[in-house]
T-cell receptor, first 112, second 114 residues
Framework: KQEVTQIPAALSVPEGENLVLNCSFT??????LQWFRQDPGKGLTSLLL?????REQTSGRLNASLDKSSGRSTLYIAASQPGDSATYLC???????????FGSGTKLNVKP | SAVISQKPSRDICQRGTSLTIQCQVD?????MFWYRQQPGQSLTLIAT?????????ESGFVIDKFPISRPNLTFSTLTVSNMSPEDSSIYLC???????????FGPGTRLLVL
């Protein structure tokens, strides 16, 4: 069974810092990997989707990388802002995109 | 993207009672999914609901405890039956994306069982 681990569980940084969130998974036979943002009472928002054949995706200040062979992904956030404060979830899907396995998340607090 | 709404957004219930959560989508979708997120834990898939067929439950979840309805292509309900405090969680519904490569999530229903 696929297991997804996220480190750290919580992170507090001052505004403006660059930071890295880590995600690891045990089964490299994935369909894709996705990073989500979860805000209280607002469900999940998709940030970046990386197909299994890709190595990275970028959107604005966010960059996500994927090393499928080692079972790792990182989410890099540049020049962090207080509005980035949220829980960040990593999810991998198996060969069937309908089956998502989620990590337990990294709760990020960016202090003004 | 799809716009998904859930009702209720939150509720406090007594043990032994049941709660039905509604999920409404603004477009027709084939597959809908129900997840549970227990406090401090990751999301876990409860079941997949296809219109016109029985829901498919994941290991550890049974229909008697979590009956699901899927009467049409834009609506689904999840009932949490005979609740106990261990059922206190956020329950989220999601739908497949049109490109069939990811899922869109609703805002969740926060349930507290006393």
């Amino acid at each position: 069974k696929q297991e997804v681990t996220q480190i750290p569980a919580a992170l507090s940084v001052p505004e403006g810092e660059n930071l890295v969130l880590n995600c690891s998974f045990t089964d490299s036979a994935i369909y894709n990997l996705q990073w989500f943002r979860q805000d209280p009472g607002k469900g999940l928002t998709s940030l970046l989707l990386i197909q299994s054949s890709q190595r990275e995706q970028t959107s604005g200040r966010l960059n996500a990388s994927l090393d499928k062979s080692s079972g790792r992904s990182t989410l890099y956030i540049a020049a962090s802002q207080p509005g980035d404060s949220a829980t960040y979830l990593c999810a991998v899907s198996s060969n069937n995109f309908n089956k998502f396995y989620f990590g337990s998340g990294t709760k990020l607090n960016v202090k003004p | 993207s799809a716009v998904i709404s859930q009702k209720p957004s939150r509720d406090i219930c007594q043990r032994g009672t049941s709660l039905t959560i509604q999920c409404q989508v603004d477009s027709q979708v084939t597959m809908m999914f129900w997840y549970r997120q227990q406090p401090g834990q990751s999301l876990t898939l409860i079941a997949t609901a296809n219109q016109g067929s029985e829901a498919t439950y994941e290991s550890g979840f049974v229909i008697d405890k979590f009956p699901i309805s899927r009467p049409n292509l834009t609506f689904s309900t999840l009932t949490v039956s005979n609740m106990s405090p261990e059922d206190s969680s956020i329950y989220l519904c999601s739908v497949e994306s049109t490109l069939q490569e990811t899922q869109y999530f609703g805002p969740g229903t926060r349930l507290l069982v006393l």
